[in-house]
């Protein structure tokens, strides 16, 4: 157990009643302090991670330090309820929701449920739920090895997408035009090692999921949900692109633009087929030309600074909202305005580095953070893009937004070696 100093002092009112939230996995700061500020302001916090604490203490009252094991995660979080009066758990990281989700109902306080994590995790399986329930069908057959990911191929028609089942073993999905790269990508998925690298390939078995390949627009919708009502608090749009420069992955969040309801519909169908009663809810869907299909689920608070743009965009505070739902309490209305955030994270891939940067546009306003890989290297599942640079936007529209970040790629040129920075906390924080 490692104590850190009281950080919640100074946030916190005295002579408020303050509840004890418990914390499950508080990520590396370039990408989680703004979400640990938001907690530290409604609650004193205490923590689980990987790591040990640093810049976490000035939020955090207690922090223990466990291994990547859910019966160690377990251990840890339990010796923290014993010492303290634990009144609801929040999770800022995947690999600590099954934990999370555990330790709630030990406690008999609000939360998704530990069955209901394990099958938001579970590529598979969320795909069996959807499809019985007529939600998006998509045809997908699980393969245990590289034969049967062939034979899956051929049965469901090229192209496919070969992904990992679980999604703790690899991020990326994998597409497949031809039966002679069926091997190559199943191997790629089950190892979590980007293609072609041949990076952490250790057999020809493992499990994962071929489907057919979904083609179209790539959305995230970040919810909430109490009582089995559904409420979307924003949709952000997903781009990437690979050059013989550099990799990236964008996320833009356009609150101007109305929410088609095709969506919402689908959206609010998918957690009702699944189960999802409780929590904060992250979706990710491809807008097919058959329809919206959901692809994979996630029932905690989001990673790649999705929640920042979100309250950027739009004033909706989701971490905010995580604590009120792992409290019992009700979730408040908090859309403040409607104008475009965007995120950018970019990988040089021919050596170089890129730099920090503030670029005033004349659409918007662009901020680049160079963070280094260390800091990187534990914030994503294996099979994400580790970037080297964060790119973040704000604009009227989304099309602004876009071309602000476009704008600010190319001002973060590149040059030898790049330096530490962090990403800012919002507004307020």
Not at 86 to 103: H, P, Q, S, T, Y
Not at 303 to 328: C, K
Not at 390 to 401: N, R, S
Request: a negative charge; charged letters at 20%.
């Amino acid at each position: 157990m490692s104590t850190a100093p009281t950080g919640t002092d100074a946030l916190l009112n005295p002579g408020d009643a303050v509840p004890t939230v418990l914390v499950m996995g508080t990520g590396r700061r370039q990408f989680r302090e703004y979400a640990l500020a938001a907690l530290a302001e409604r609650a004193l916090l205490v923590a689980v991670d990987l790591q040990v604490p640093s810049w976490q203490s000035r939020y955090v009252e207690d922090f223990a330090t466990t291994t990547p094991a859910v019966t160690a995660q377990l251990a840890a979080g339990r010796d923290l309820a014993r010492q303290y009066p634990v009144d609801g758990v929040v999770c800022l990281d995947e690999r600590f929701a099954e934990a999370a989700a555990v330790l709630a109902e030990d406690l008999a306080l609000p939360g998704p449920g530990s069955a209901l994590v394990r099958t938001a995790q579970d590529r598979l399986r969320v795909r069996e739920l959807l499809n019985a329930a007529g939600v998006g069908v998509v045809r997908a057959r699980p393969a245990t090895g590289v034969r049967a990911a062939e034979e899956a191929a051929a049965e469901l028609g090229l192209p496919v997408t070969v992904r990992a089942r679980h999604r703790g073993a690899g991020a990326a999905g994998h597409r497949v035009d031809r039966l002679d790269e069926v091997e190559q990508a199943f191997l790629a998925a089950v190892a979590g090692a980007p293609l072609g690298t041949g990076a952490g390939v250790t057999g020809r078995t493992g499990e994962a999921i071929v489907e057919e390949c979904l083609e179209g627009p790539e959305l995230v919708v970040c919810s909430t949900v109490s009582a089995g009502r559904v409420r979307i608090w924003f949709t952000a749009r997903r781009d990437g692109e690979l050059t013989a420069v550099r990799e990236t992955k964008s996320y833009v969040v356009d609150a101007t633009d109305p929410l088609d309801p095709e969506v919402s519909d689908v959206v609010v169908r998918a957690h009702r087929a699944l189960g999802i009663l409780h929590g904060v809810t992250h979706l990710d869907l491809v807008l097919t030309a058959d329809g919206p299909r959901v692809t994979q689920v996630g029932t905690w608070v989001p990673g790649d600074l999705l929640p920042l743009i979100g309250y950027m965009a739009t004033g909706a505070d989701l971490p905010t909202a995580a604590v009120e739902l792992a409290l019992g309490q009700e979730v408040g209305e908090r859309i403040l305005h409607r104008r475009s955030a965007g995120v950018r994270f970019v990988r040089p891939v021919d050596g170089s580095g890129v730099r920090d940067g503030v670029l005033h546009h004349a659409g918007g306003t662009g901020l680049t953070r160079v963070v280094s890989e260390s800091e990187t290297e534990l914030s994503a599942p294996a099979g994400e893009l580790t970037p080297i640079a964060v790119l973040t936007a704000t604009a009227a529209d989304g099309p602004g937004c876009a071309a602000v970040l476009h704008a600010a790629t190319e001002a973060a040129a590149a040059v030898p070696a790049p330096a530490q920075g962090a990403v800012p906390l919002r507004a307020g924080r």
